[in-house]
């Protein structure tokens, strides 16, 4: 499997484990939509879809029934980052968190991205400007592509330890793009300095704009940063 392939899928297992988790569109027992569907909803290929499956199989968050389709299944997911996804926290405990972790990460994306990852990275941060272009493009795609995005940026930082906190900074992504949209004019600008520090190698420039990134995120959720 293609490094590029492998975050795709990557992407949309931890971007179904949040539909499951954080937004609660699906609870134990239900039915996932079928393959077209839900691939054409994460945009992307039926085969990438299926690996996600698989991952999230492995995972045992979901079970397949042959012939019935994937449920999700009614045992907690065997993974210890659930306790933490189902916490009731607050927005700037997600926020504090994310500025400890996500700084660091686009620092070492800067270092290890390969160049289909930096190419990944910089394509979502194109959708992400083309979906606010389009005034029909809904909130749910706004989601997916910056949740994505940042992944993207977590996965080319080759720490394996930052796919664990995924689901956290997704949590906080869900809450900005949800209630927050006064973020767009800064998260253009925000994405674009980070995107260009990460393709051009520069680490501190890259942890530097992840950083006025969040501090963007915390001015406009109107809380104190301490």
Avoid: W
């Avoid at 979901?62 to 389709?69: F, H, K, N, P, S």
């Avoid at 700037?92 to 400890?100: A, P, Q």
């Amino acid at each position: 499997m293609s490094v590029s392939t492998s975050s795709l899928s990557e992407q949309a297992a931890n971007h179904i484990l949040d539909m499951i988790l954080v937004e609660k569109r699906f609870q134990p027992g239900d039915k996932l939509p079928n393959e077209m569907e839900l691939a054409q909803e994460l945009g992307i290929s039926r085969v990438t879809l299926r690996e996600a499956i698989r991952v999230l199989c492995t995972r045992g968050i979901v079970e397949i029934q042959r012939g019935r389709g994937t449920f999700v299944t009614a045992n907690e997911p065997a993974t210890d980052l659930t306790p933490l996804e189902n916490l009731a926290v607050s927005n700037r405990d997600l926020l504090e968190i994310r500025m400890m972790v996500e700084p660091t990460a686009a620092y070492y994306a800067a270092k290890r991205a390969t160049a289909e990852e930096k190419k990944l990275i910089h394509d979502l941060s194109d959708k992400i400007e083309d979906a606010i272009k389009v005034k029909h493009a809904g909130l749910q795609e706004r989601l997916r592509l910056e949740q994505d995005f940042h992944n993207a940026i977590a996965t080319a930082s080759h720490n394996q330890f930052m796919d664990q906190l995924l689901p956290i900074v997704n949590k906080s992504i869900y809450n900005d793009v949800m209630h927050f949209d006064e973020s767009i004019t800064y998260s253009l600008q925000d994405h674009r300095e980070i995107v260009h520090f990460i393709e051009t190698g520069n680490a501190e420039g890259a942890r530097a704009a992840m950083k006025m990134h969040i501090v963007h995120v915390y001015l406009i959720s109107k809380l104190p940063i301490e």
